[in-house]
């Protein structure tokens, strides 16, 4: 299966399991936008209460809040997102099909970076344990010929992000002849500008009605409450403030499922800090985020940092975690030192002070920031691409399993008769009331144990346990792990202490 078509099946198994339908399906669907079914929802806010306590709890001086998706206009003026917050796009004049200029070099370029590291495994394959990695970049004339376009292409495009030069993006697409994947062809409109916010008006009268954003990201609602915060928390710098709430833009290519929505949410943590320190708490910022990725074990080679050659407008260091989705490695979470750009801007255009008193240097400035900003969504794919895997059984079977890392699969046990009758089913109740304070469960007495597990398996459920006849006399049930497949005879008193070892939060927490 190519990686395209192991996605689009990754699509339909989140539908047919209740994880991710499109939104407005019976009208047929509205582009970008899709709803979290039944397993979504858990997986989903398993996700959140991972990042939330990682955040809140185990650090003393981060605190969270939650504000409103509206706010004063005035806001998306002094963040500089009613002037910069652009896309920069491009249509095909034959597909009438729109794309982000900036999106189709990458693209582009990371083809080439394929291309090489084929031909790297080609070379690792050919020489085995006498492959000198750096060497064979270094001289084999595939790999030369790749490196040299790319080299050309990336500074081309480096120059024009920086010089907001649009013509050239154009010009380098038909340099290098990147077609519309629908039509074809090389038939391209001008690089245009497109603002990405949606608006609204609030006010009962067209008159009266002012005109307002839905917020293109949370990190606002944080800035414009840094004094309520500092104030009525007697927060000391350094010190964070976490938030996880809806956003929303008006993305030109909204494909790829729910990398690019429309309509989102994002985990966001801005730290406030003295100015001078930002380059110091970037790589500690950095190296935590990090961390807390690779602690889900779905491989650290599956992460990788991209730092940013352009430098957005409010900042002086920026990089992105990438993932290694079925399109590639991709950004999930930006980590941004953002100085004291927006602190600064909300004091002039709301003309209210926005310092900080730092009692031991008897000093007040306006603290920089260090901005930590992850999709939730991007997460769930990260998970869910991540986690589905078909196995090849004994017998020629085989079978779909979801890997989800344990704390996070949205159902944690599976609760099973062997067969619905002979008392069976009401020791299976005991056992689910021995459970169910602590753990997500399913209940299921329906059709054979095999099919009962490949069903579990299609969710990423951690454990099944089965009560059978010898329960009734010896009160031990069989329990079966996801992964390895391996039953083990238990006693019911132990179960609880058993499942909670592999699938509670405050394991995860504390290997941070
Ligand atoms: P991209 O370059 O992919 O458009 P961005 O650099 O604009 O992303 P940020 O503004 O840094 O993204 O937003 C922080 C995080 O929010 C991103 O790392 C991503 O996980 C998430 N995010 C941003 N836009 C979307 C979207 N349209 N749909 C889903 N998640 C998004």
Not at 12 to 31: M, N, R, T, V
Not at 244 to 250: C, D, E
Not at 313 to 324: G, K, L, R, V
């Amino acid at each position: 299966m190519t990686q395209d078509e192991l996605f689009k099946v990754l699509v339909a198994h989140c539908k047919e399991y209740g994880f991710i339908f499109p939104s407005s399906e019976i009208y047929d669907g509205l582009a970008a936008v899709y709803d979290y079914g039944q397993m979504g929802v858990q997986l989903k806010n398993n996700i959140k209460n991972y990042w939330w306590e990682a955040m809140t709890r185990l650090n003393e001086n981060i605190v969270g809040i939650d504000s409103a998706i509206f706010m004063h206009p005035r806001i998306w003026e002094a963040s500089g997102h009613v002037g910069a917050f652009n896309d920069p796009l491009i249509d095909n004049k034959d597909s009438k099909k729109r794309y982000r200029a900036d999106v189709l070099i990458e693209d582009y370029l990371g083809k080439i970076e394929e291309k090489i590291e084929k031909e790297v495994a080609k070379g690792r394959k050919k020489f085995g344990e006498a492959f000198d990695e750096a060497q064979f970049r270094a001289t084999n004339p595939n790999v030369l010929r790749e490196q040299a376009k790319w080299d050309e292409v990336h500074n081309r495009y480096v120059a024009a992000e920086k010089a907001n030069d649009f013509a050239e993006y154009r010009q380098i697409i038909i340099d290098c002849n990147i077609v519309c994947p629908i039509s074809g062809t090389c038939n391209w409109t001008e690089v245009r500008q497109f603002n990405l916010m949606f608006s609204t008006s609030v006010g009962s009268t067209a008159d009266g009605a002012n005109l307002i954003y839905l917020r293109p990201e949370t990190a606002q609602g944080i800035f414009v409450n840094y004094l309520n915060v500092q104030k009525t928390g007697r927060m000391k710098i350094p010190f964070g403030i976490a938030q996880i709430g809806k956003a929303f833009r008006n993305e030109i290519v909204a494909r790829q499922f729910i990398f690019r929505m429309r309509e989102f949410e994002q985990m966001e943590m801005q730290f406030f800090i003295k100015p001078g320190t930002e380059l110091e708490w970037f790589k500690k910022w950095k190296e935590t985020r990090m961390k807390w990725h690779v602690n889900l074990g779905m491989g650290a080679e599956n992460y990788r940092f991209h730092d940013h050659e352009k430098l957005a407008h409010y900042a002086n260091a920026a990089t992105d975690i990438e993932f290694n989705f079925p399109f590639g490695f991709k950004e999930l979470e930006g980590i941004h030192s953002r100085t004291n750009f927006d602190l600064g801007n909300h004091q002039k255009f709301s003309g209210k002070k926005i310092e900080y008193f730092d009692p031991e240097e008897n000093t007040s400035y306006t603290p920089y920031v260090i901005e930590t900003s992850i999709g939730v969504d991007r997460m769930v794919l990260a998970v869910l691409s991540h986690a589905y895997t078909v196995e090849e059984l004994e017998g020629g079977d085989s079978r779909v399993v979801m890997k989800i890392p344990a704390p996070l699969a949205p159902i944690k046990v599976a609760v099973m008769p062997l067969v619905k009758k002979d008392g069976l089913p009401e020791v299976a109740q005991k056992v689910v009331d021995e459970l169910k304070y602590d753990f997500s469960y399913q209940y299921d007495e329906k059709d054979s144990i095999g099919k009962r597990y490949r069903r579990q398996d299609a969710i990423g459920t951690p454990f099944c346990v089965t009560i059978d006849h010898d329960t009734l006399t010896d009160g031990m049930v069989t329990v079966r792990e996801r992964d390895t497949m391996q039953q083990e005879r238990v006693k019911i008193e132990d179960l609880r202490a058993l499942i909670e070892k592999k699938v509670s939060l405050t394991t995860l927490l504390r290997n941070l």
